[in-house]
């Protein structure tokens, strides 16, 4: 399809079809379409809303064009679609540490802050952890450690033709369809997700995507006050989402709710010390609460429990306070430093 017919198809009301969206995203990551073109493409699908169509098709492609990563066996990642305009601090990537002490397998899949230095990696990268091992080495870090991380800046080239479209898309809209294909396209193809939203329309859209993507079990989790998490500050709005269909249904506030300025975040300097007291059990209070309740929940979406399983959410609790979440962090820090040197 040509460009003009391309913006035409995604101007209507029901949006592109599965094959429209293909031919798009080859356009837009070909390297031949004008960045002009490709914004006003963007742009378009924004304003008229992605569909659930639209979405999986981007994340079939993203991943096909992706480096390749071959784990041998299901995986899982803890991952926020971000947008919440919220500091925050890191619990999704913390929760990592405490899911690979409890022996669940991690691919984690993300990036740096796209307006602060507040992103999964930049933590990392805070952290001491190389974020960018050597090319085939996400394997024998998973298989050594329990977990890897796998950045999208590395595992996808493709995207960056699509630099120039996206920032003049950004001087209309806020965001285009690659912010929420992102999240979803971990080449790793992981069989279980804890997917953060911070809207309730977006999180329905993004539970639709992942049943035709044909998820064995993913949780899409907003909780309030709008955060791409499961809250500790009041309620938490999911959709349980498998082969099967799609369940919603509202995971209720503690019965302490915490205040939402005790577990806010900073850049990845206030993030990384705040890991660090963490993880050596000198935080007990509501930011414990968070990870461990992001943890837990993620325990029992692999573990096939209900989603608010007490039980789960102890044992993630348990894990940091013993050090054993500490030390799988260790671990995981020594063998991606020892490769990358």
């Given at each position: 399809?040509?460009?003009?017919?391309?913006?035409?198809?995604?101007?209507?009301?029901?949006g592109?079809?599965?094959?429209?969206?293909?031919?798009?995203?080859?356009?837009?990551?070909?390297?031949?379409?004008?960045?002009?073109?490709?914004?006003?493409?963007?742009?378009?699908?924004?304003?008229?809303?992605?569909?659930?169509?639209?979405?999986?098709t981007?994340?079939?492609?993203?991943?096909?064009?992706?480096?390749?990563?071959?784990?041998?066996?299901?995986?899982?990642?803890?991952?926020?679609?971000?947008?919440?305009?919220r500091?925050?601090?890191?619990?999704?990537?913390?929760?990592?540490?405490?899911?690979?002490?409890?022996?669940?397998?991690?691919?984690?899949?993300?990036?740096?802050?796209?307006?602060?230095?507040?992103?999964?990696?930049?933590?990392?990268?805070?952290?001491?952890?190389?974020?960018q091992?050597?090319?085939?080495?996400h394997?024998?870090?998973?298989?050594?450690?329990?977990?890897?991380?796998?950045?999208?800046?590395?595992?996808?080239?493709?995207?960056?033709?699509?630099?120039?479209?996206?920032?003049?898309?950004?001087?209309?809209?806020?965001?285009?369809?690659?912010?929420?294909?992102?999240?979803?396209?971990?080449?790793?193809r992981?069989?279980?997700?804890?997917?953060?939203?911070?809207?309730p329309?977006?999180?329905?859209?993004?539970?639709a995507?992942?049943?035709?993507?044909?998820?064995?079990?993913?949780?899409?989790?907003?909780?309030?006050?709008?955060?791409?998490?499961?809250?500790?500050?009041?309620?938490?709005?999911?959709?349980?989402?498998?082969?099967?269909?799609?369940?919603?249904?509202?995971?209720?506030?503690?019965?302490?709710?915490?205040?939402?300025?005790?577990?806010?975040?900073?850049?990845?300097?206030?993030n990384?010390?705040?890991?660090?007291?963490?993880?050596?059990?000198?935080?007990?209070?509501?930011l414990?609460?968070?990870?461990?309740?992001?943890?837990?929940?993620?325990?029992?979406?692999?573990?096939?429990l209900?989603?608010?399983?007490?039980?789960?959410?102890?044992?993630?609790?348990?894990?940091i306070?013993?050090?054993?979440?500490?030390?799988?962090?260790?671990?995981?820090?020594?063998?991606?430093?020892?490769?990358?040197?």
């Amino acid at each position: 399809m040509s460009p003009a017919d391309l913006l035409a198809a995604a101007a209507r009301p029901a949006g592109l079809t599965a094959a429209e969206a293909a031919a798009a995203l080859d356009l837009i990551t070909g390297g031949t379409l004008a960045a002009e073109t490709g914004a006003e493409l963007l742009v378009t699908i924004r304003q008229r809303g992605e569909t659930a169509v639209e979405l999986a098709t981007f994340v079939r492609g993203l991943v096909a064009k992706a480096m390749p990563v071959d784990f041998a066996r299901p995986v899982m990642d803890v991952v926020g679609t971000g947008g919440s305009g919220r500091a925050r601090y890191n619990a999704s990537t913390t929760a990592c540490f405490v899911l690979a002490a409890a022996g669940v397998p991690v691919a984690k899949h993300g990036n740096r802050g796209s307006s602060h230095a507040n992103g999964s990696f930049d933590l990392l990268e805070a952290l001491g952890v190389p974020i960018q091992p050597p090319a085939g080495s996400h394997r024998r870090l998973l298989d050594d450690t329990g977990l890897c991380f796998i950045f999208a800046r590395q595992a996808h080239p493709a995207i960056g033709a699509a630099a120039p479209m996206r920032k003049l898309a950004a001087a209309r809209v806020t965001g285009t369809i690659f912010n929420l294909a992102g999240p979803l396209a971990n080449p790793g193809r992981p069989a279980r997700l804890l997917l953060g939203s911070a809207k309730p329309a977006q999180g329905e859209l993004l539970a639709a995507t992942l049943h035709l993507l044909g998820t064995t079990r993913t949780l899409v989790a907003c909780g309030h006050p709008g955060i791409d998490e499961v809250s500790v500050t009041g309620g938490t709005q999911v959709w349980e989402v498998t082969r099967a269909g799609i369940t919603p249904r509202e995971l209720p506030a503690p019965s302490s709710p915490a205040d939402e300025t005790a577990v806010t975040g900073g850049d990845c300097a206030v993030n990384a010390a705040t890991f660090h007291r963490l993880m050596d059990g000198q935080e007990r209070g509501p930011l414990l609460d968070f990870v461990a309740a992001n943890a837990g929940t993620a325990l029992a979406v692999w573990r096939d429990l209900p989603i608010d399983d007490p039980a789960c959410r102890a044992e993630a609790r348990e894990l940091i306070l013993s050090g054993r979440a500490k030390d799988a962090f260790e671990r995981h820090r020594a063998a991606a430093r020892a490769l990358s040197a």
